[in-house]
């Protein structure tokens, strides 16, 4: 095997990669046992026909197309190996020459990583974040709680109110007729959900157990079935049962119920310190996501379609196994969606080239700073990673191989890059400079 390479526009490369005459003949082989089942010649059984008489009768041609499939893996893997060229899409390719005994040329045009053009990076001004913790933060903490360690109790002396959760058999009318799931029995209503149509959840308010109703709605002209779009209906409906929420006492029983600590005072404490590393956590992510998308902002680079063709690809891959997980088939999205195989595509576009910008440019920091992983970070990476997979550490390190382990050290080093421009940057008072603004 031999090969040229041809730099083309827009970060493109052929590859003319040249099979030798005999490593051509063994994938002809190849190609005559896979065929010969399938070609029959009268006087031979099924199988049996000398690759000579085949050829002599159809033509040596019979068998390229496998030929050149059983070639051309090998062939293209072994010269992306040797050209050094950073290849990010699959190849393009074209059979340039093909014919038995003689040497076989084709083609492959590839995308590779194009130049990154760093702009301004260091010093990058971002808006300044408070870490402040107020006392309704606490408080919505401290309510969220409650919530869930509330009860459920039976009311039996008064009618239903909202956030009542109404236990209720209904059925449902249109022009006097019942209608397909219209009706139920035992259902749990949370009144003010709005979980049913129009003023459905109104008309029960002020309704006491045991009590039936006549709820007058109308369906909405947007409704999923087309026979009930638009339409009045009367419901029968049975009050069985009104429950209400109670919530537990805020004091110290419930302070040490729900946590380690003894007083109401000392989980407030415990929660408002929670809240604040929680917050200095989102900041320090703000600020990193803001610098980075400044200094994205300002680099040169062209990205070449197939490299972003390839990530879409990727993206959708993704997308398709976490709908695969959710008991839906990608097919089966796409039907209920109405959406296009080239629609999903173009709207996941921008976003692939904004990934792609974006990992471009942090390596260009890495490179332009000579930011590196150290071994330390690379073993506690792997260690987070043991952990998220619930693997064991050393059977992971067994697992992976050179290529993954330096995967690991390059989006290190790209995270590192993400802290390095984020250090660098100058943080602005933008309440005191929208004050200024105003007063210009």
């Known amino acids: 095997m031999s090969y040229t390479v041809e730099n083309l526009e827009k970060s493109m490369a052929k590859i003319t990669i040249t099979v030798s005459a005999e490593d051509f003949e063994t994938a002809m082989v190849r190609s005559y046992n896979k065929n010969k ?143 397909q799931g219209g009706k139920g029995e035992d259902y749990s209503l949370v009144i003010g959900s709005h979980s049913f149509i129009d003023t459905f959840e109104d008309q029960l308010i002020g309704k006491k157990k045991g009590e039936e109703a006549e709820v007058n709605v109308t369906f909405p002209d947007d409704y999923h079935e087309e026979s009930l779009k638009g339409k009045p209906a009367m419901f029968k409906v049975v009050i069985k049962e009104i429950k209400e929420k109670e919530l537990p006492k805020l004091d110290d029983e419930f302070a040490s119920d729900v946590s380690e600590f003894e007083t109401l005072k000392e989980y407030k404490a415990s929660i408002k310190k929670t809240l604040t590393e929680k917050r200095k956590e989102e900041v320090k992510r703000e ?85 590196k992983a150290s071994e330390e970070d690379i073993e506690q990476e792997i260690e987070n990673i043991a952990s998220m997979y619930q693997m064991e550490v050393d059977k992971l390190k067994e697992a992976m191989g050179d290529e993954e382990r330096e995967q690991v050290a390059e989006d290190m080093a790209v995270q590192k890059a993400v802290e390095f421009l984020a250090k660098k940057a100058v943080e602005t008072d933008a309440a005191s400079e929208e004050a200024e603004d105003k007063e210009e």
């Open 37 to 179: 089942k399938s070609i029959s010649i009268q006087g031979f059984r099924r199988g049996k026909a000398p690759r000579k008489m085949i050829e002599k009768m159809y033509g040596p041609e019979v068998f390229y197309e496998d030929a050149a499939n059983f070639a051309i893996p090998d062939a293209y893997e072994e010269a992306a190996k040797e050209c050094g060229l950073d290849i990010v899409s699959r190849p393009e390719i074209d059979v340039v020459d093909i014919e038995k005994g003689k040497e076989f040329v084709f083609t492959a045009i590839v995308a590779v990583k194009p130049e990154v053009t760093l702009g301004e990076y260091k010093g990058i001004e971002v808006a300044k974040r408070e870490v402040k913790i107020m006392a309704a933060d606490v408080n919505a903490e401290l309510e969220r709680v409650r919530e869930q360690n509330s009860r459920m109790i039976s009311i039996e002396d008064r009618g239903i109110k909202k956030d009542d959760t109404a236990v209720i058999d209904f059925e449902g009318f249109v022009d006097g007729e019942s209608f």
């Open 287 to 371: 600020k990193e996501t803001e610098v980075v998308e400044k200094v994205v902002e300002n680099v040169t680079v062209e990205l070449p379609d197939p490299m972003v063709d390839e990530h879409v690809r990727q993206m959708i891959q993704e997308f398709a196994g976490r709908i695969q997980q959710q008991g839906l088939s990608f097919e089966q999205y796409m039907q209920m969606t109405g959406m296009t195989p080239d629609a999903l595509m173009g709207q996941m576009r921008p976003e692939a080239e904004k990934r792609i910008k974006t990992r471009l440019t942090l390596e260009a920091v890495v490179k332009a700073e000579n930011i």
